[in-house]
C-alpha cells in the first residue's frame, strides 16, 4: 500500500501530521533517514510550496480539478494546454483552451515526479518549446504515482528509455512552487510556480 492511500485512509490523520513535522523539521546536517519514495517525495514537494490532492481514481480527479476551479475563480476562463488529452477528457468544465501566457493557468501532464528534490520534471512533450517563464504562474499539473522516481538521475534515463527514436528538447525541472506576490524587476525571469499537483494512485 502507498504512503498516500496510508495517509488519506487513516484513522490518526494527526499523528501522520506530527510524523511530517518531524521530519520536516529535522536539522539538515542529521544523517539521511532512508524514507520510502513515495514519503520522500510527498515532504520535499510539500516543503518546496506545492500543493496537491491525492486521488483514488478518475472521478476524484475530476472532482479535485473541479475544487480547484473553484477555489480560484477558473470557470469559463483561458487555460494554457498543448495536451489534446487532457483537452477531451476535461471537455466537461467549459473551459477556453488557447497556447500562450496571458491564460489564468497552464494545465498539462509531466514526465517524472522528482522525490529527492520534490521536483516536477517536465519536457517538450509537455511545454513544446515554452520557457517556463513564457507561461501562466499557476500550474495545474496531472501525474500518476507510478511516475515517482528517486532522483533526477533516474528521471532523465527514463525519459532517454522512453523515447529511444527522438529525445525531447526542452527537459527542466519545476521545484519552486512559492508564487511571487508581486512582480517587480528582482522577480525578472523567475520560473516559480503557483503549482497544484493532481496525483492519480494507478499502482
Sequence with gaps: MSLFRRIFSSKSKSDQKSKERHLEN????????????????????????GKFLYCDNDDEVLDSFDKILLENDWYEKDVCSFDIGLEHKF????LN????ASASFYF????????D????????????EKKLTELPDNFVILA??????KSIGEGLKGIKEKNKNAIPSNITTIKDFEPQKEK???SYGSSSKNLYLLLLEDL
Aim: with cysteine; net charge neutral; proline share 3%.
Design 26 to 49: 529535522r536539522s539538515k546536517y542529521m544523517p539521511e533517514i532512508d524514507l520510502p519514495i513515495d514519503e520522500s517525495f510527498m515532504i520535499n514537494f510539500k516543503r518546496n510550496g
Design 91 to 94: 471537455s466537461s468544465f467549459n
Design 97 to 100: 483552451y488557447v497556447k500562450n
Design 108 to 115: 498539462g501532464t509531466c514526465e517524472y515526479l522528482v522525490a
Design 117 to 128: 528534490s520534490g521536483a516536477i520534471l517536465v519536457s517538450s512533450n509537455q511545454l513544446r
Design 144 to 149: 500518476a504515482t507510478s511516475q515517482l522516481v
Design 184 to 186: 517587480d524587476f528582482l
